[in-house]
């Protein structure tokens, strides 16, 4: 029998389940040399991470787990995940992320604050890397990283602290198509916000990362199409 029943305009969200994958390609197209150590430090697990060459994105593709490339013996060969950090037997000596839709706040029944989590995940045995605020090797370096004389202070940073920055410098503020601003900003209701986490019995650890974006998709029924 057909429904019958009558409905009220609303935010339906009918783009909440792309942000995920929008980010993740995103971070894959993206040429900043933010979004290229962010793939440095997830393939690379050595000290030298920074210095080794961006990877294509062919080789970005292979690391984002999908029902392509992720059947159960190659999990351990992906570094980007559609999901939350879950698995309590992953010992893998790596640097993970974990991009997931965490919240809906609504404001009215027009708008609603949508919270993106991005768990950056290392193990303890790969924290420290060396920095890269070497002017005459790496064009990016950080002039803060060097004294008023040019000689280089920070030799080594840590790989979590690293990706979060790079995280932040590359999505807070960044506009999806479709899905709005991500801020890492308190909103009306939602707080965008980075905190520390341990994982899996303290051998992981890093940080929970809140983006926050406004999102609205109103119809007048349940029939809106997609």
């Not at 339906?12 to 150590?37: C, F, M, V």
């Not at 060969?77 to 992320?97: G, H, I, T, Y």
Request: aromatic share 8%.
């Amino acid at each position: 029998m057909e429904n019958s029943g009558k409905y009220l305009a609303t935010n339906r969200l009918p783009n909440l389940d792309g942000i995920e994958a929008k980010l993740i390609t995103h971070l894959i197209k993206s040429e900043s040399h933010y979004a290229q150590d962010i793939w440095r430090l997830l393939k690379y697990n050595g000290m030298d991470a920074l210095s080794k060459p961006a990877l294509t994105q062919d080789e970005k593709r292979a690391l984002v787990f999908t029902t392509d490339n992720g059947e159960p013996d190659d999990v351990a060969k992906n570094r980007v995940f559609m999901a939350p950090f879950v698995d309590d037997a992953w010992q893998e000596q790596c640097s993970s992320l974990y991009v997931y839709v965490a919240g809906v706040a609504p404001l009215d029944r027009m708008r609603a604050e949508i919270t993106v989590n991005i768990e950056v995940v290392v193990h303890s045995q790969t924290s420290v890397i060396n920095g890269n605020g070497d002017p005459d090797l790496n064009p990016d370096a950080n002039p803060n990283d060097s004294d008023s004389e040019g000689n280089l202070v920070v030799a080594f940073k840590n790989r979590a602290t690293a990706l979060l920055k790079d995280i932040i410098a590359e999505f807070n503020g960044l506009y999806l198509d479709g899905v709005g601003y991500l801020f890492m900003a308190p909103l009306q209701i939602a707080k965008g916000k980075a905190e520390s986490s341990l994982w899996n019995t303290r051998a992981f650890f890093g940080h929970r990362i809140s983006l926050v974006t406004e999102m609205s998709g109103v119809s007048p029924n349940n029939n809106f199409g997609f």
